[in-house]
């Protein structure tokens, strides 16, 4: 059963029912809001009876998504039934060294294609087996790629891929080995966006491009409850739900921060949190669009080309820009940036202290923790997410520029050296 009652446009307000729109506002061209029955979910759904069935992944909360998988397909363990529930767990030697009293990290690196992207990929292939498809697009820096490779592998769905120039090598290597087609698009990120979208056009296909199609942002959500029912795990309340007191996230379209919004604002209108947390959304500098209109205080967003290293968030123009400004605008936080130098130098200090290895984009996260924690803008004993969204193996070349070199040895002498 669905509590979907239809989408809302970001812009003129206008509303929909579920059918009558497949991706972005006819009137304006804006991004479209899932919009729920909270009223009826409130009467009939009881939180500790969602938070039960953590096997399910995911699709536990099926309750409180637009579109669920086929009972058949879920009644199969494969990638796509059992993804999520990814650890949320502390840095005790970050703590430490921020004089933070708790900062959790929730590791996202850690589904099926080593990326947040997982999760939307998941629910726009749930849709798309209920609309009958057969074939699903995406325009992708390679980590919503790799995604909808991985998770079509194994269905009957075809992913077709379109990706700019310079994609790092390790995500190429992930769509192909899957069986995706592969366009490399001459240009950025958004030229790559307009094809895609003009090719599902001309060639009938489902577009799963990110913000585009509002269910990416829907499945994205899925990482803010698996926050809060894991926090509320460490510390029980009755509703099995807790929000922390901040949430930092590297933005590129904004598709993951305004999903993790989404998915709080849905907790906090069913009243099963008791506050909204403060979103801060790490922007690369080297892509700074998003970032301008928050200075500006516009929602409107000029093509810039990025020239970061950071493929994840190397975006000229956000796909999402508008919920993204919305997140952080409407719990009081803030958007911070993170140079390229910092982010390789955080690579380096999430994989020694505190066991994990992010990529480029991800690493941006910490970038902006710590800015915050300098600026005042989190305080020290705030309890705060860090929200991990891509593995490090996506992008070795980075890691290498940030990572100590190795010793050359041919005997022990050698080793002995080296040590002293
Ligand atoms: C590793 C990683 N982090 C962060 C992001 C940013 O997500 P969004 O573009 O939705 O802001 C991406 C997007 O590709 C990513 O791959
Ligand atoms: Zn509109």
Same mark, same amino acid.
């Given at each position: 059963m669905s509590y979907l009652l239809g989408f809302r446009c970001a812009t003129c307000g206008a509303t929909f029912p579920p059918?009558?729109?497949? $991706?972005?506002?006819?009137?304006?061209g804006s991004n479209l809001d899932a919009v729920y029955d909270y009223a009826r979910m409130q009467r009939e759904l009881d939180p500790r009876w969602i938070a039960h069935?953590?096997? =399910?992944?995911?699709?536990? $909360?099926a309750p409180l998504l637009p579109t669920t998988l086929p009972e058949a397909v879920m009644q199969q363990p494969t990638p796509l039934s059992t993804l999520g529930w990814t650890p949320l767990y502390r840095a005790p030697r970050l703590e430490q060294r921020l004089g933070m009293r708790a900062l959790w990290l929730k590791d996202d690196t850690r589904l099926p294609s080593n990326s947040f992207k997982d999760r939307a990929s998941a629910v726009v292939i749930a849709q798309a087996m209920k609309m009958g498809v057969h074939t699903i697009a995406v325009a992708s820096t390679g980590n919503a790629a790799a995604a909808l490779a991985t998770l079509c592998a194994g269905t009957a769905l075809q992913a077709v891929i379109f990706v700019p120039q310079g994609t790092p090598e390790a995500k190429l290597a992930g769509i192909l080995i899957h069986g995706a087609r592969v366009f490399v698009v001459e240009g950025s990120y958004n030229d790559a966006v307009a094809m895609a979208a003009e090719a599902c056009t001309r060639f009938g296909w489902y577009n799963r491009s990110t913000g585009f199609n509002p269910y990416t942002r829907e499945g994205k959500k899925t990482a803010a409850y698996e926050i809060a029912e894991q926090l509320a795990l460490h510390t029980p309340t009755p509703t099995r739900f807790r929000a922390p007191d901040v949430i930092v996230v590297p933005v590129g379209d904004g598709n993951i921060i305004s999903g993790l919004h989404k998915g709080f604002r849905d907790l906090h209108a069913l009243g099963w949190i008791d506050h909204m947390p403060r979103f801060i959304g790490v922007t690369a500098a080297l892509a700074p669009s998003l970032y301008r209109a928050w200075r500006a205080g516009r929602e409107d967003f000029e093509t810039i080309p990025s020239q970061t290293i950071a493929s994840g968030i190397s975006?000229? =123009?956000?796909?999402d820009g508008v919920m993204a400004l919305r997140a952080v605008r409407e719990t009081g936080g803030v958007f911070v940036e993170a140079s390229d130098e910092a982010m390789l130098t955080a690579i380096h200090t999430l994989a020694a202290e505190a066991g994990v290895f992010v990529e480029p984009a991800c690493a941006a996260a910490l970038v902006g923790l710590e800015e915050s924690l300098r600026r005042g803008?989190?305080?020290?004993?705030e309890e705060v997410v860090l929200q991990l969204t891509g593995s490090g193996f996506k992008d070795v070349r980075s890691a290498l520029r940030a990572a100590r070199q190795p010793t050359v040895v041919r005997t022990l002498e050698d080793v002995a050296r080296a040590l002293v």
């Open positions: 059918d009558a729109v497949t $991706y972005t506002c006819p009137h304006d069935d953590t096997a =399910r992944a995911i699709w536990h $909360y975006v000229d =123009r956000p796909c803008w989190i305080q020290p004993d």
